[in-house]
């Protein structure tokens, strides 16, 4: 008992150590600290961020500022928006829905970088012998989403394709471990989720895709968001981070098999599976207006279900200076 609890103590210790670290380094110079919290998700749209937290590379790129890394693991965008808002993370990888609502919250954050446009990482997926093949089958048919999700968007983008609403529809509230179940029990005609569930159904060859995302005009942008006061005193920062998720990207025909296996086992799929949704991924980092066009549409499709309050211009919050190297040096 008395070593359970003396290890209970160490644990707590170098947990609120981590976090005291965050949001609270050392000042150098006006401009930099010396711990940089990153926060991170199981998802194929941010694989050049854990190749190069694999590889190192990120570390040794800001050890050489003097900066350390201190990496957080979540499950999805929720928690990580507590955790930012707490300064418990400086940086954090998000979907569109959970960057779009963090800030309409009114934390004061910024979209610091573009993780990959993924539109066909998005997808509507039926059972191999369904009779579904088009918007229009599905009138009356039961579709689970999860509810206020990017897949939601994709659906309602789908339905209107074919001159249909949600109304046409009985919509299902699923989420993402319970939906597969839902399709083949027959609880459900159709689902609507991201990677890596659609790869596994669709490699279980007992289901099959009945339409991408970009078959209906969805875009499928993902963020990295950092929290303003942060980027603002830390751009040096912010810009290796961009620079070395970048670089990771690019030399992602290079990775080793050793690197490999750990993305695999950390997004709880087989290698083979992970070079095969590859192709859906588009690792841009830089922020175009495309994007900016794309988080607005998301932000316009919240409001419609009553998710947001209000529209607004994430423009206002998208900051190109840190990748372009424009912020001001001091």
Known sequence: MRKRIIALIVVSVLVISMLSGCGNGNIKDGESTNTVCIGVQPSAAFIPMFIARHTGELEKALKEQGVNVIWFDFQSG??????????????????????????????????????????????????????????????????????????????????????????????VSGTVSSMPDML???????????????????????????????????????????????????????????????KAADNIPYTSDETWEYVANYLGLDVSQVKSMLPKYNYSVAITSQDIASLNDTIKFLVKIGKLPKEYNISKYCSCKYYNGEYHRR
């Open 184 to 246: 083949e029990s027959g609880q459900v005609d159709a689902i609507s989720l991201w990677e890596p569930g659609v790869t596994k159904l669709t490699d279980s060859g007992n289901y099959r895709i009945l339409a991408q995302g970009s078959d209906c005009g969805l875009e499928g942008t993902n963020t990295i968001v950092g929290r303003e006061s942060y980027c603002e005193v830390n751009p040096k920062v912010v810009e290796t981070i961009l620079k070395e998720y970048k």
């Open 78 to 171: 929720p928690p990580m928006n507590t955790s930012i808002a707490k300064a418990e993370t400086d940086l954090c990888v998000y979907g569109d829905v959970p960057t779009v609502s963090s800030i309409e919250q009114g934390s004061v954050r910024e979209v610091v970088g573009i993780t990959a446009q993924a539109a066909d990482s998005y997808a509507i997926v039926v059972p191999k012998n369904s009779t579904i093949n088009s918007p229009q089958d599905l009138k009356g048919k039961k579709v689970a989403t999860v509810l206020g999700s990017t897949s939601h968007n994709m659906l309602d983008k789908y339905l209107a394709s074919g001159g249909m609403t949600f109304d046409d529809i009985e919509l």
